[in-house]
């Protein structure tokens, strides 16, 4: 296709899109600023506005600590169940809590203390990093007696399945893994791997930070044991919002927290002091809840519910098969690879371009006003420029004007001269 029959492409599609008008639900500001960082920090509702208003005046400031018993308590149940809902588990399966670091240390606490005698714990190098420091960490914790393996992907962009497949044995005690990989996007069978591992009576932790809110995930159905996640994504939680653990609901008895917190008690407000934990998925809560973030939650979550994962899944494809025509045609040609998987069956929601020259283009997209829109992907090292779509508030346009702003950029070598040093934040 040329470029025009690939804009006229763009223009057709958002006619056809059902889910179009989902982006005057978000908080747009500038519509000559492309946002495809969605995959890192999702864009604000408008509704979720309005809800802080609400708790900041009322819940908060007439109400004051009433909103506990009013308001708060409830809520947090409230939203553990909607997120039950994205997730494909019943509503007394997720916890939302803490960070997913945190929450993914006190499940691998909670599962190896259930493994005695067992010693290798394995992921892949696809696996963000805090889950893999977390791994490090626990083992350490247990006086080194684990031995963490790390097996490695093909081109950091595919696991390599087999050899995945062939370390998991009697001896293994756990298995981590990132449901979307947070660098190429590539998306695991979750539902294979955790049968497979179950057939050797290993346990898995799913890490669906990259994966909740960009495609539809069946927890229940695909007979998954363990969880954890982050917010703050695709489903537009909101800076720093709460993260949540998901445990199958028949393993939540035998599993006890290694951090002992007064929310995991069962009768916190009676102040004893020896710890009697909730027998729920309430145990791994540790201390009182940060409200402020737990509320701005709520909207986004109605977003997504209301859209329907299987329709923002169906989007998201087609934008994505989209992207990575336009790369093929407009970015191939100027040095660019591509760093995810080519059968978009494998993806989550974001597409990575490799370009050795990465980080000065990505800094020229965000701030530069040599071009007529700024676009905002983000950078991850070596070379990847991540380009996340979110079906919510992505166009197909937007798709094809970033393409083209980032072609422009590299045909005229506009890079050079921009700091090689990182911001603290890419
Ligand atoms: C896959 C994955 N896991 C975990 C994290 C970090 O989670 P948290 O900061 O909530 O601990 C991220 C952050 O981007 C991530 O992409």
Redesign the pocket.
Known sequence: MTTDELRNKAVELDRKDPLKDYRNKFVIVDENIIYLDGN?LGRLPLATKQKMRDVIDNEWGSNLINSWNDHWLKRMQKVSAKLAIILGAKENEVLLAD????N?FKLVCAILNKQAGKTKIITDDL??P??VYILEGVVSLLGNKHRLIIVDSINNTYPDVNVLKESIDENTALVAL?HVA?KSGYKYNAQEITEYACSKGVPVIW?L??SAGSVPIHLKDWQIDYAV??T??YLNGGPGAP?YLYVREELQKELTSPVWGWFGDSSPFEFRLNFNPVETIEKFNVGTPPILSVSAIEPALDITIEAGMEAIRIKSELQSEYLMELIKTELLPFGFKIGSPVDVAERGSHLSVRHEEGYGITQVLIRSKKISKNVIPDFRTPNNIRLGISPLFNSFIELYEAVKMIKRVVENKLYAGYSSEINSVT
């Open positions: 890192s960070s997913t670091s945190l993914l696996n963000f805090t889950d990132s947070f890490d930070s990259h996640g982050c703050y994504k993260a």
